[in-house]
């Protein structure tokens, strides 16, 4: 079987597209490195994929038609290995309709392997897909993977199987996990997108606080809002993101291009970043950490801002949610938020409000905030640990995006 191969730093040449292309995400995970046993989280990746297949599910944001998969090695540091692939529509959990299985090919080749670095984009796949349809990708490994490169908080379920499954239709599941693995974005042709809408978060874009296997972080919300005015919205939400340091990803000036700018047709930027670089430091995250400053936060956002700008690419700024009495029961629960901390997420919002750095504003902070308890959570739209919105917080965050005005013309 022949193996199709691609050298690291190759990626931005297969992701980017011809200037008239309708070719448009429907679907990311941004990649994060893997971490050790030593971390606060569990990676909970599958010990074992040799001889197994792994099945993931997404969600299609906008509807087309060719279909592709990007799989991402970008964290690795040896190759990673698929032995056959397979795409087909999904009929609920771990099943899949027989009569839309596709097989995957690379290059023409059934088989893939993905360099240390690298991104891999599968053949077209001839078939026709709409907004809110979920397809399911299955990956089979005849060698165990190593898997450096993931994206940690998927809210879906994930199945793997015992053997070659692609063409099982509702197999035995042996495993389940919520990470995606390899699984890096689902590319379509749309003949009348209005082009992409790219959300670089934290963990409440993630979907923190959100119900797993619904759709129902604020990404998704907005997603199913703009399919009908045919724009792409794309979540590029890594939970512990950080706007100036790395955390549970690399810095937002690190990942831009590849997580954002390189998205094609990217028109408009959707900025909600900063509560980790204020609450981190102190905590079990980052004990060492200095203590962020107004000065530093302000020009992490200007140097965020004038590299979309350069590429032409419109900004919408959010203001930072409240977040106080945080994560309770938990080991971040003394020092994740303190008044101090809570001080300086009140001179940014200020800032983000009045500064004129961003083409647009969302003021996320007054539309969640309790009206009676200033820099607490609304109840309804709290998930439960004060930090994270829950669905009907992330509805109310979507439905505030105004439509109209989210591709306008830059000033």
């Given amino acids: 079987m022949k193996t199709a191969i691609l050298v690291a730093g190759a990626a931005s040449v297969l992701l980017s597209q011809p200037a008239q292309s309708r070719v448009v995400p429907a679907w990311t995970a941004s990649q994060q490195a893997t971490w050790g ?8 990746i599958p010990s ?21 998969i990007a799989l991402a090695n970008i964290h690795g540091s040896r190759p990673v290995a698929v032995s056959e692939a397979n795409l087909a529509f999904s009929a609920g959990k771990e099943r899949t309709f027989p009569a839309s299985n596709h097989v995957l090919r690379f290059g023409g080749d059934t088989a893939v392997t993905i360099a240390p670095g690298a991104t891999i984009l599968s053949d077209p796949v001839p078939m026709s897909v709409m907004a809110g349809q979920d397809l399911a990708v299955s990956l089979y490994f005849a060698e165990n993977p190593a898997i450096e490169s993931f994206h ?3 809210k879906r379920t994930g199945y793997v199987f015992e053997g070659n499954q692609l063409a099982g239709t509702a197999p035995p599941v042996a495993e389940t996990t919520a990470t995606r693995l390899l699984l890096a ?24 606080g959100a119900s797993l296997d619904t759709e129902t972080r604020w990404p998704d919300y907005l997603a199913a809002r703009a399919a009908p005015r045919h724009i792409a919205v794309v979540n590029a939400g890594i939970s512990g993101a950080r706007l100036l340091a790395d955390g549970m990803g690399r810095n937002a000036l690190a990942r831009l291009n590849r997580d954002v700018l390189a998205q094609p047709g990217v028109r408009t930027l959707i900025v909600m970043l900063g509560i980790n670089d204020i609450a981190w430091p102190g905590t079990p995250f980052d004990p060492q950490a200095p203590t962020a400053t107004f ?4 020009a992490g956002y200007r140097a965020l801002v004038a590299r979309a700008h350069a590429g032409n690419v419109r900004v919408v700024g959010t203001t930072l949610t409240p977040f106080a009495n945080a994560l309770p029961g938990t080991p971040l629960a003394a020092t994740y938020y303190s008044p101090a901390k809570d001080a300086l997420r009140e001179r940014v919002n200020h800032w983000i409000r009045t500064s004129g750095t961003f083409d647009d504003v969302v003021d996320y902070d007054r539309i969640l905030a309790d009206p009676k308890a200033p820099g607490h959570l609304a109840r309804a739209f709290d998930s439960g640990d004060h930090l994270h919105p829950g669905d009907a917080g992330n509805k109310a965050m979507a439905d505030a995006i105004d439509l109209d005005t989210v591709f306008a013309t830059r000033p």
């Fill in 37 to 44: 046993s030593d971390f606060l989280f569990p990676t909970n």
């Fill in 48 to 68: 074992v994929l040799k001889g197994r297949t792994l099945r993931q599910v997404v969600r299609l944001g906008i509807g087309g038609h060719d279909v592709r």
């Fill in 152 to 154: 940690w908080d998927g």
């Fill in 185 to 208: 974005s689902v590319l379509i042709d749309a003949p009348d997108a209005e082009g992409t809408v790219v959300i670089l978060g934290d963990s409440i874009t993630d979907g923190a």
């Fill in 295 to 298: 000065e530093t936060m302000v």
